[in-house]
């Protein structure tokens, strides 16, 4: 019960933001259900400004007083309530669904889910900015854009809950938050509210045609749906990661990505409402704002709708004054991104892509997009350029560019026409903005080019989405009645296709075994209970470094410092190489780490100790299983036991 009402008082608080945000941009954008997204993120901005000066637990309520006293002193108006109507009933609607969903699969283990629960723990423990790096004493965060675990902490610490239940509410939220922008740029776009539904669909719901294939395929061979299912949708393409909002939803990792979901749509409502209402300060600080926002929070945004807006102000604007709108934009984001740049020491590589995409793979991802942009774009250009640049993309095709083939004339045929209407501009722009990045991965890669296909498929899934319900709008408000019933079905074949993969792959995954908690801990409570418990105390009594097995990526290992937030010496050494670039010191520490467990050397295992700042050692079943625990050792060398848990215990080490 008191679960359900904190949830309700995030739900609460959500809305309220909405409502004070509403008198200052409602002009701007008319549902106070979108404002809720750019007030929780400006909320936190404030708040993690605030951090470098006073504690971030402070900090974190900085708003809240405010905030109720406006909500108190201003309810929604009648016109408030009747544009916001529609976009609350989808909100409440996808919020209680996906709610029901993370109740029958909470398990915040698989995939990456320990790196976002602990960078999650390691932000609510952590004084001031950057936030220290749970899996590498003594460093920092430094090297990864964190901003949206921010976020997440700051509504979890208002929300009054744990972080392993808060991780599975927010979830929700942000499913919700993104089927509710995604129908008002929809609506917005089409003056439709059947087509915002449709655009809600695409953009947050819809899966590829590999699981469609998928599921035809093991119907035929009597194939049975297991947990796994789901998964297969997510690696069409050889080599590479191919999400889509529903699966990444669905897979439940809370990342970077999956976060700025939500923010990149309310950048692109903000676009809408730019060429609906004219250009105004609030549209060119709110998009500035943004664009800081995805510097810090997932930085793959930056580049994705950093084209995006580039695109729409060249194909709105006179060319001049686009590049200068851009500019003062892009310096502007910069300035705002200012404090979290200061300490950021990420990079990335940049290479030229040798295996490029297939087209067959390809088309089982996008072809429900580009059936309805060739059809919506047919008659858009003269017949020659398309040759040529059908021509083009054969050569292109032969030389191992395969995509080009079918991408590049779509290109073609999207670049806007004299005649258009502005509506019809807009949809031009994301569509051909998506093309743009689709044809750009296939040549060049930053990072990897698993890592920019998997980060820039997610942005071209939203940009096609949100372009083709309008599409398909145009098209059935435009073709003769003898064309009609082609069109009905090609449209109804494409939507029933991309409709079986979301409830087959959610039963599989989450509801044929469900465990009915929002606690994300119950598979430690139930598969490791000493572990769960030790966690549960180290947590409420603990500060400072701890000491646990030095585990490699993806598995159970570092689950004491990712539940706690308490930073180990080393943990998920894979990523931390990644990060940090340095195999060396990653090594020693590993190194390290089995001698303070392992040696006979007590006076070794003391500077050691020292060296790193430990506070505390674990030994449980990791520890058993991966090193010779010599206990004697451990005890001459200043470490006390203070507390034990079946076979576990917790040691607590004194320099002497």
Known sequence: MILLLKILWIYLFMYALGVVFSPYLGDTIRSHVALRTIGWVFITYVSYLTAHFIPFLYASFLFFIPIVILIAIRSPSRKDIKVSLIPEILFATSFGAFLFIRYSDPSIFGAEKF?????????????????????????????????????VSQLIRIGGLTPETGFNVILPLLFSLTITLAYEIGEMLSGSRWYGVLSAYFVGIAGNLAGFFHIIYNILNSIPFDYTFYWASSRVIPETINEFPFFSFLHGDLHA?????PLKLFFLLVLVSLWKHGRTVVHYTLL????????????WDFVGMGL???????????????MVSGGLITI??????????????????????????????????????????FLYSR??????????????GS?????????????????????????????????????????????????????????????????????????????????????????????????????????????VATYTKALSYPMYTLNGAEFIKNSYPEDYLAIQWLENYAYGTILEYASPSYEYGGRISSFTGLPTVIAWYNHEVFWRKNSEEIIERIDDVKTIYSSD?????????????????YVGNLEFENYSVNFSTLSSAGFELIKTFGNSSIYKFSPG
Request: charged share 15%; proline share 6%; net charge positive.
């Open 395 to 503: 050569v292109l095709f032969i030389m191992g560019y395969q995509i080009f083939i079918v991408a590049l004339p779509l290109l073609i045929l999207m670049f806007p026409k004299k005649t258009d209407s502005e509506p019809d501009k807009f949809a031009r722009t994301l569509f051909f903005s998506g093309l743009i990045l689709l044809l750009g991965v296939e040549v060049i890669y930053l990072d990897s080019r698993l890592n920019s296909v998997f980060k820039l498929y997610l942005q071209i899934w939203v940009l096609f989405a949100l372009s083709v319900p309008y599409m398909l709008h145009k098209i059935l408000s435009e073709i003769r009645k003898s064309e009609m019933k082609l069109v009905y079905w090609i449209t109804i074949a494409l939507i029933a296709m991309t409709a079986f993969y979301p409830p």
């Open 308 to 322: 995006t807006l580039l695109t729409f102000l060249l194909f709105f604007e006179p060319w001049k004054r686009a």
């Open 601 to 617: 050397n007590a006076t070794l295992v003391r500077e050691l100790a020292r060296k790193y700042n430990i506070s505390y050692l």
């Open 115 to 151: 790196m976002d629960i602990a960078f999650i723990h390691s932000i609510l423990r952590s004084e001031s900015f950057p936030p220290p790096d749970p899996w590498f004493a003594g460093g920092d965060l430094n090297f990864y854009y964190y901003f949206g675990y921010v976020m």
């Open 288 to 299: 500035s704002f943004l664009m800081a926002v995805f510097i810090m929070t997932n930085t």
């Open 257 to 261: 990505h999956v976060i700025a979901i």
């Open 332 to 373: 502007a984001s910069l300035g705002l991104a200012l404090p979290f740049l200061i300490s950021f020491e990420g990079g990335s590589d940049f290479g030229f892509v040798t295996k490029a995409s297939p087209v067959l793979p390809f088309l089982a991802i996008y072809l429900p997009f580009f059936v309805p942009a």
């Open 379 to 392: 008659k858009s250009v003269k017949k020659t350029a398309l040759l040529v640049s059908l021509l083009a």
